[in-house]
């Protein structure tokens, strides 16, 4: 069974500054995808970035940049530069294809706060 | 372009009583579908996915169940109504293999 997890439930980073966010996951599949979604006070779920297992080099999109280590199955989150509006849930989802089906699976969510 | 509708946005149920939550897509055509239920201070737990008209996979057994009479509609539903069905529910949309996920507003039930 493919589970995500995330330990940290709540982190708290300083305006300008930068924050990690971490991920881990576990499956038996080599082909696979994996998210990071985030979801502000509005409730609206909001693609942050996308990485393809099968490429090694780290996503990046913006300030917002990922650590991608498949032998340790850790998918990372790096913020740079934090700004207010960055304050969110976020969530890393992991996705396999499967034979009819895309299942897409999220871990619990890490709650974002930026302090101005 | 694509969107996705879902509705009602809110909702208050008393115990022993029926649910019918609407998914509609717009824009596409034969989409993966899901329903997603987040808990308070929980993650997002999926509940079905649907990868074709009538064809329904439950991820979790229990009080709920879902259906896709047409191709872009998909409905979450219950006979009776349990307090701990209490949540957020949140209706996605995908459209290939490792594709990004598109999610409705959300509906927010609350059992009383």
């Known amino acids: 069974a493919q589970t995500v997890t995330q330990s940290q439930p709540e982190m708290s980073v300083q305006e300008a500054e930068t924050v990690t966010l971490s991920c881990t996951y576990d499956t038996s599949e080599n082909n696979y995808y994996l998210f990071w979604y985030k979801q502000p006070p509005s409730r609206q779920m909001i693609l942050v970035i996308r990485?393809?297992?099968?490429?090694?080099q780290n996503a990046t999109e913006n300030r917002f940049s990922v650590n991608f280590q498949k032998a340790a199955k850790s998918f990372s989150l790096k913020i740079s530069d934090s700004q207010l509006g960055d304050t969110a849930m976020y969530f890393c989802?992991?996705?396999?294809?499967?034979?009819?089906?895309?299942?897409?699976?999220f871990g619990t969510g890490t709650r974002l706060t930026v302090i101005p | 372009s694509q969107t996705i509708h879902q509705w009602p946005a809110t909702l208050v149920q008393p115990v022993g009583s029926p649910l019918s939550l609407e998914c509609t897509v717009e824009g596409t055509s034969n989409p993966n579908l899901y329903w997603y239920r987040q808990a308070a201070g929980r993650g997002l737990q999926l509940l079905f996915y649907s990868v074709g008209i009538g064809q329904i996979s439950s991820e979790v057994p229990q009080n709920l169940s879902a259906s896709r009479p047409q191709d872009r509609q998909f409905i979450l539903s219950s006979k009776k109504l349990l307090l701990s069905d209490s949540g957020f529910y949140l209706c996605?949309?995908?459209f290939g293999v490792g594709s990004e996920a598109f999610f409705g507003q959300g509906t927010r039930l609350t059992v009383v």
């Open positions: 990485q393809e297992a099968y490429k090694q």
């Open positions: 996605a949309w995908t």
């Open positions: 989802a992991f996705m396999t294809p499967k034979t009819g089906a895309n299942n897409l699976f």
